[in-house]
């Protein structure tokens, strides 16, 4: 497992990597020919939406292109930027971050979020004292990675709670693959862990773990992240954007109003049929989309929480980010019921 990390540093990183990403991504782009293949990083053991409305038959002509998987949602959103995908999804707060360093990307149909069922949890050990925002103070906390959904609900959490900045920062946030976060925490090398839909369900059915709070219990429901392309692969690519982008639309809204059963069972027969070797039995924890708004549609809101946070800790500028230019809703047929 990964030793305890110093945020900021790596925090600092990431901004350094989202300005070199924007540069290589501008040199890339004035080369890129029009496509109907989309390249993009898959999730071991999950199905992401556009691989769904590939296989409903969504996506007409548009043939989508595995080059991998990735553990992180900065880092898809990166391969994003520097052409190296064509598409990629993160955190919303990830994509302010991206676009503040002047990521020439878009946003264009919501894939994951909270909601009743489906929800990002942070739990202790059923014997831990940890049980408010105090108790983090000093204490060791699992996270996918930095920068992102994680790092951002705990910090809020943590300031709604009293907290100083300075006992803020004494949170050591340890980065750990999602696969390895629950034996990290059952083994004592955290002390409390983010854990998430289904690789939260299945952590809860092993036992002895208690939540201490969820992003859903504090934020209520919201649309967490979002799929981007390349402004430059929208403009040369009108028509396959159009259809990607429906496409995924179309398939987050059938998984939003079909029947968990038959959901899982397409998820689970996708995965065996793609032989990635990946665990099949994940999939049968599955509990919903976790998306709030028909067919993935975006609002200023899921990205106005991250960005003012970011403004008033400084590590945006004041009016260096529009909200509005952060997205589009042109492509996804569900547009008409948008409440922008």
């Avoid at 691989?51 to 991998?68: C, K, M, P, S, T």
């Avoid at 951002?152 to 006992?167: C, H």
């Avoid at 696969?179 to 004592?188: P, W």
Wanted: proline fraction near 4%; include cysteine; charged fraction near 20%.
């Amino acid at each position: 497992m990964s030793s305890t990390i110093d945020r900021r540093a790596v925090l600092r990183g990431l901004s350094g990597l989202a300005t070199t990403s924007v540069l290589s991504g501008c040199a890339h782009s004035s080369a890129s020919p029009r496509t109907n293949v989309i390249r993009y990083q898959g999730w071991s053991g999950e199905v992401l939406y556009p691989e769904l409305a590939e296989d409903l038959g969504l996506l007409g002509d548009v043939r989508l292109e595995w080059i991998g998987n990735t553990t992180s949602g900065p880092q898809d959103i990166q391969a994003t930027v520097t052409g190296d995908t064509d598409i990629g999804g993160a955190f919303n707060g990830a994509i302010v971050r991206l676009a503040a360093a002047g990521a020439p990307v878009t946003a264009v149909v919501g894939y994951y979020g909270a909601d009743a069922l489906s929800y990002g949890g942070y739990y202790a050990m059923q014997r831990s004292p940890i049980r408010g925002p105090r108790d983090f103070i000093d204490k060791k906390v699992g996270v996918n990675t930095l920068g992102a959904h994680y790092e951002d609900v705990l910090a809020i959490y943590l300031e709604r709670g009293g907290l100083t900045q300075d006992e803020v920062d004494s949170v050591q946030l340890v980065v750990v693959p999602p696969v390895s976060a629950e034996q990290a925490l059952r083994s004592g090398q955290l002390d409390v862990s983010s854990l998430s839909d289904v690789k939260r369900e299945k952590a809860l059915a092993h036992g002895g773990l208690r939540s201490v709070f969820s992003d859903f219990g504090m934020l209520g429901a919201f649309t967490a992240g979002c799929y981007v392309l390349r402004d430059e692969f929208i403009e040369r690519n009108p028509e396959t954007t159009r259809q990607l982008v429906t496409g995924t639309a179309n398939a987050v809204h059938w998984a939003q109003t079909r029947p968990r059963d038959e959901v899982v069972a397409r998820y689970s027969d996708i995965i065996r049929r793609r032989g990635r070797n990946e665990d099949l039995s994940t999939v049968s924890y599955w509990r919903s989309p976790g998306v709030p708004s028909p067919g993935g549609l975006i609002q200023d809101r899921e990205f106005t929480t991250w960005l003012d946070r970011l403004t008033t800790s400084g590590r945006v500028a004041p009016g260096a980010v529009d909200v509005r230019g952060l997205y589009t809703n042109e492509f996804n047929p569900f547009r008409a019921s948008a409440q922008n």
